[in-house]
């Protein structure tokens, strides 16, 4: 765990494209610095920190969304910081959104969520900063499981690494 956010790294007039590679495949991400740059700076410097690597897809709902990025494998886990969300015109609006997971407004952290619809009560509550861009069907095929149902779950599907490219 980190005790405060992280220093400002990105440029957010480049380009960042994340390459989650799970036990199931690649999922490959255009994130949007330009539009929230505080998620995506967090998001980069996790990911250049190991800080995902075998962390499960800890909440997959069919249909809906799959989310990672809690080392508890718990959904209340986070990287000991929380940044303010970011609101911009992005929407929820088709499969395959990034938003960050929260647990009430500014309370973003290193769990994120993949899409697999459109899903507009989302929109204005939390942090759209990627766009799946290829690998979608890999999330829709990660291991469904929902921790808020109690009972015994399978195992989650394990994100091996997360590299980004900068250009």
């Not at 250049?48 to 959904?75: E, K, M, Y």
């Not at 009560?121 to 469904?144: R, W």
Request: glycine share 12%; net charge negative; aromatic share 12%.
């Amino acid at each position: 765990q980190f005790t405060q956010c992280p220093p400002f790294n990105i440029d957010p007039g480049k380009q960042y494209i994340a390459t989650i590679h799970t036990e199931k495949g690649d999922i490959v991400i255009q994130l949007f610095p330009d539009k929230a740059p505080l998620a995506v700076n967090s998001f980069v410097f996790l990911a250049r920190q190991n800080w995902f690597n075998g962390v499960t897809f800890h909440r997959v709902i069919t249909g809906f969304a799959a989310q990672a990025g809690d080392p508890s494998g718990t959904g209340k886990g986070n990287p000991g910081y929380f940044f303010n969300n970011e609101i911009s015109d992005l929407k929820f609006d088709k499969p395959g959104m990034v938003g960050m997971a929260n647990s009430g407004p500014d309370t973003n952290g290193s769990q994120f969520f993949i899409t697999f619809r459109p899903a507009p009560h989302l929109d204005g509550k939390y942090t759209v900063f990627g766009q799946v861009i290829s690998g979608l069907d890999v999330a829709e095929n990660l291991t469904p499981r929902d921790p808020d149902q109690g009972g015994t779950l399978p195992p989650g599907d394990k994100i091996l690494s997360v590299d980004v490219e900068e250009k």
